[in-house]
């Protein structure tokens, strides 16, 4: 019988925590959003908890609309992680940029740099969003069109990835005696004349201790599954329920393995938001507790805009009016689509009014489960034993509190069943999450044929 799974775990890194009303229930909650101490504590809680890696997502450009109701995660993710990378030792460091807005090289660069500064914990996270205020903070009148977003999600992931194997360190020779530093002979520099992109040269960092950052991608539609099975490592994705979580794990691993690629190299990670509690009773009362604090008129609005209706179609104690939402499909904004989807699937499985949906974690997106920290193991576990996912990007209803109990309480149920390591047995975040370190094809070793000549 093959060995069970073990779990991935990540931390979507958020402000406050994941639960939009957390920031109630902590004292300066007005300086949250940019303070680094508070982001310093997240890192070592998750990183005293073993946990693969700490992720970042972004707001690409201007001030996200979280930020009119919430503490948000104010500080460009890379140099944040720059600066977590000093202050830990193991834990990975996903940084999210997107592939609309500015030019791969400098993404190339900074990552590689990232890579280096925290010896081999660096992964990009891709996201192809382009929301209004992204587009208007970059002087753009309008995004791209479906099919034009992933071309240049193509382009840009290739020269990334072009530039991450453009300077091996065979070429630094440092030759005293030749008075060569790095051999121009050596270098493999990429040409690449795109439609949305052009590039020429070598980047000027070289290869990192992973021999190339892990990649990471968010996304859901079919051209994102795509795409993901073509450049990613590890998709974060949302699912609320099990049958679609299934569904878009199978589809991305006979993705990967038709692109020839080993299905157990294309990691799926759904977002998972937990609310812990030493009995489900308890669990309850924390969720009820923070829920009191909801502004439930403005999440209602979400609701609908979500629906791409109005708050008026959706009353608050009625079931969801299902064909009416569908009716209004062709007007959601891109940035709803996911969530929308997901919503969706859980208020039909088990037949919501507007205001458990409303409920239900709207904005940050993610399947939301309470309960005693052996029901959050078990639902963890379940999900990878019967091919859901290979583990989870931890949204935190309240820092560092949720983080705490999960580290105390949950993680050491996973590492009782053998499922989650007890101490890192590794120093790159490819070894944390069970990716071989990378090697350029042009330097792996030719395969021999038993028999034939060498
Ligand atoms: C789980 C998940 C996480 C995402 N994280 C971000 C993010 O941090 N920032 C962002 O601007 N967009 C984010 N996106 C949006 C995606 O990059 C993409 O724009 C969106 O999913 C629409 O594209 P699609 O319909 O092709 O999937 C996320 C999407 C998903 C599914």
Redesign the pocket.
Known sequence: MPAAKPVRLGVNVLASGRHDAAWKTLPDAAGLSSDIDAFIRIAKVAERGKIDALF?????GGL?DEAFHRPWRALDPITLLSALSQVTERIGLVA?T?TIFGHPYVVARQIATLDHISKGRAAW???????PV?LAAYGLDQGFD?EE??RRASEFAEIVTGLWDSLPNAAIVADHARNVFVDEQALRPIDIQGKHFRTKGSLSAPVGPQGRPVIF?????????A?GARYADAL???QRVIEGGRKFYADVKALARSNGRNADDLLVM??LFPIVGGTEQEALRRKADLDAGLDLDFLHGELARHFALDPDDLPLDEPLPFARIEAAEPRVP??S???RK?ILSEAVTYGWTARQAALSNIIG??RMVVGAPEQIAADILHWIDTGAADGF?LNIDVQTSGLEDIVDHVIPILQKAGRFRTDYTGQTLRHHLGLAHYVDPRDAEPVRHVGTAA
């Open positions: 970042l997502a972004d707001g690409p996200v999210t997107s996270n891709i996201i192809t969003s382009q929301s992204a479906q977003r992933y991608q968010a996304g859901q539609s079919e051209d994102s599954k795409f974060f994705t949302g759904p977002g891109i940035a689509r996911w969530p997901q997106g993610h990007n």
